[in-house]
């Protein structure tokens, strides 16, 4: 196959030329075909003899419209002028059935014995990398698209579960789909099941967001026929995808017409309304424009609205039902806080405040009877849970204690043992906290305070000259854990002397305890503004108090005493307090310093 001076032979060459894998095309130094080997016919659709003499570039060098290349652009002939190789990805080659195949090329000047002869392109098909990079790219896309909504869907689950309320839940969510998802957003909700009657909540734009909220307020009730699409969305719970051609239509009730408004006033060419809704309830409908002309949604898109409204729907379902547990719960804790005795001129008052979260109500009680021996009862307690059935709960074990405390004159002690039997053997009643107290003395006074604490707050005297001392004995288990778990636990009775004219008050853990304050905080705040109000009356002291602190989160319940001044007795009135609004008073501290404790008598007595 090699000649005497070691070249190698024309025919070998040829055979070569013909069986490479690549199309190969030779031109002369003007351009036109010399050569062309057969996968370079086969890739280019046309005939060899059909090819050669034709100027290159003019037969197959094309634009993506199809349009020929000017001369003065085509990278293959620029080698015949500069003499330099050359290689491209984005050139075009016409094939003979008029499509266009993509290639990769290689052009390199051809020169015989020093002289130059012309050029070699050599070219391969590129269709499947390029379909391959451009679905790469497709995909990439989408992913991108899939991973922003997924951002936004997340960022609106966050809203919808952290949000304190349904309308503060509503208008940020009409926030964060505006830009995002349209141009304005709107939501429309039922007010009244009965009469139809619709409100618009909050309507938010990226243009005029004055002239938005001037389309807030109450809209007409809900027809009981209509064409209108976009209100049939409230009656089918489905989301509907409203085009020009939908938008063109005549409105054909008042409410129909207040839809059409939001478009009249913001524009619109498009917009899909969905459903705020659960399996069990419509509760309104969300509509999200786009003002392009050009613009549409996506059916990813409408899904994605579907699903977010689906979900504030609900998040709405779920605050209706805290509401009505809410509701049952309260109603069921004040029909248990009976009217207070009032006896030997101790004046009693009492407040409960439930807690500003559903979630968050339940056992709080407060209660104060009559033994069978004239004696005095004040009871403060807190059952474990914050539900219904803790408020269930509640009402068993406060009847239990009135049962077992009314006829017995035995010590606090004992009835709270037998409470805490009663709990374990009798009730599915959680552990719960407890003061049980005595008010015993003779009409007129001296009186004294005798009790047992079951892991409840200290109860907290008060003074008449602002000295306050909580009362730390008598302290024990929680009921419910000690028989239970068969420690043979007790609670110890105390005694503590009830100066005149001096305010007891027993109160539970929402009074002092929160999830932004600790409890030793809670008790020194207590400390101070009860200190501070320890010459108002006894229901202005409540009432002040509770104002003063602003207890937030858990209910409330509290239970105050006042002790007359000695010699107060039946047919006798009790003087006014004569202590005033005087810091500098004895005994007094400045506004907000501690105050010293009163020297109260505080023993305990073994059970």
């Known amino acids: 196959m090699r000649s005497e001076d070691g070249l190698l032979e024309i025919g070998f060459m040829r055979t070569v030329f013909d069986s490479l894998g690549a199309g190969v095309l030779v031109t002369d130094t003007t351009g036109r075909l010399t050569a062309c080997n057969p996968r370079a016919a086969q890739l280019l659709g046309r005939p060899r003899d059909q090819m050669l003499g034709h100027d290159l570039h003019d037969l197959i060098h094309r634009r993506r419209d199809g349009g020929t290349v000017p001369r003065s652009e085509c990278g293959l002939m620029a080698v015949l002028d500069s003499d330099v190789p050359a290689e491209g990805t984005d050139e075009l080659f016409l094939r003979g059935d008029g499509s266009l195949v993509p290639v990769i090329w290689a052009a390199t000047p051809l020169r015989h014995e020093g002289r130059s002869e012309g050029a070699v392109v050599v070219f391969h098909d590129f269709s499947l990398h390029r379909d391959a990079a451009e679905q790469t790219a497709a995909y990439l896309a989408a992913l991108e698209g899939l991973t922003a909504r997924l951002t936004m869907v997340a960022e609106v689950s966050t809203v919808l579960i952290s949000a304190s309320d349904t309308p503060q839940m509503l208008h940020r969510l009409a926030g964060l789909l505006v830009p995002d998802m349209g141009d304005w957003a709107a939501v429309d909700l039922r007010t009244s ?24 307020g109450l809209l007409p009730p809900l027809p009981e026929s209509t064409r ?30 207040a839809h059409r408004d939001l478009f009249e006033r913001l524009g619109g060419s498009c917009a899909v309304v969905v459903p705020l809704h659960t399996r069990r309830k419509v509760f309104g409908a969300l509509t999200v424009a786009r003002v392009d002309p050009a613009a549409s949604y996506t059916e990813a898109e409408v899904f994605v609205l579907s699903d977010l409204a689906r979900r504030a729907g609900l998040v ?9 547990q809410r509701h049952v719960a309260e109603t069921m804790q004040r029909q248990l806080l009976t009217p207070l005795p009032q006896v030997d001129h101790l004046t009693m008052a009492a407040r409960y405040r439930p807690a500003e979260s559903a979630a968050e109500i339940g056992g709080d009680w407060y209660d104060s009877f009559l033994l069978s021996d004239g004696v005095l009862t004040m009871v403060i307690g807190d059952v474990v849970g914050h539900d219904l059935k803790a408020a269930a709960h509640m009402a068993e074990v406060r009847n239990m204690l009135r049962a077992l405390a009314w006829d017995r004159t035995e010590p606090p002690s004992l009835i709270i043992r037998r409470l805490d039997e009663a709990m374990t053997h009798t009730s599915d009643a959680p552990m719960a906290t407890c003061v049980f107290a005595r008010i ?21 005297l008060v003074t008449a000259d602002g000295r306050t001392s909580f009362l730390e004995a008598g ?10 778990l068969h420690l043979g636990l007790g609670w110890p009775d105390a005694r503590a002397d009830l100066p005149p004219r001096s305010t007891l008050l027993l109160y539970t853990d929402g009074l002092v305890e929160s999830r932004t304050r600790d409890i030793e905080a ?8 009860a200190s501070a109000l320890a010459d108002r009356d006894i229901e202005d002291f409540l009432d002040e108090l509770l104002d003063r602190i602003d207890p937030s989160g858990d209910d409330v319940a509290l239970l105050a005493l006042r002790v007359p001044q000695t010699g107060v007795g039946a047919g006798d009135d009790e003087a006014p307090l004569q202590h005033a609004h005087n810091p500098a008073a004895p005994g007094r501290g400045a506004p907000g310093s501690r105050v010293e404790d009163t020297p109260v008598r505080d023993t305990s007595e073994p059970s």
């Open 475 to 484: 302290h024990g288990p929680l009921l419910g854990l000690s028989s239970a």
């Open 522 to 529: 809670g008790l020194d705040s207590l400390r101070r503004h």
């Open 193 to 216: 099941e009965q009469t139809g009657e619709m409100r618009r909540v909050v309507v938010r734009t990226s243009g005029d967001q004055r002239a938005a909220d001037e389309l807030t």
């Open 316 to 324: 709405m379902e779920a605050a209706e039902l805290f509401e009505q």
């Open 228 to 257: 209108s699409a976009a209100i049939q969305a409230l009656r089918s719970a489905e989301p509907v995808v409203l085009d020009a051609e939908a938008l063109a239509e005549q409105p054909d009730s008042q409410l129909a017409r």
């Open 440 to 460: 015993e003395g003779p009409e007129g006074g001296p009186r004294q305070l005798r009790w047992v604490n079951a892991g409840h707050p200290p109860p907290l």
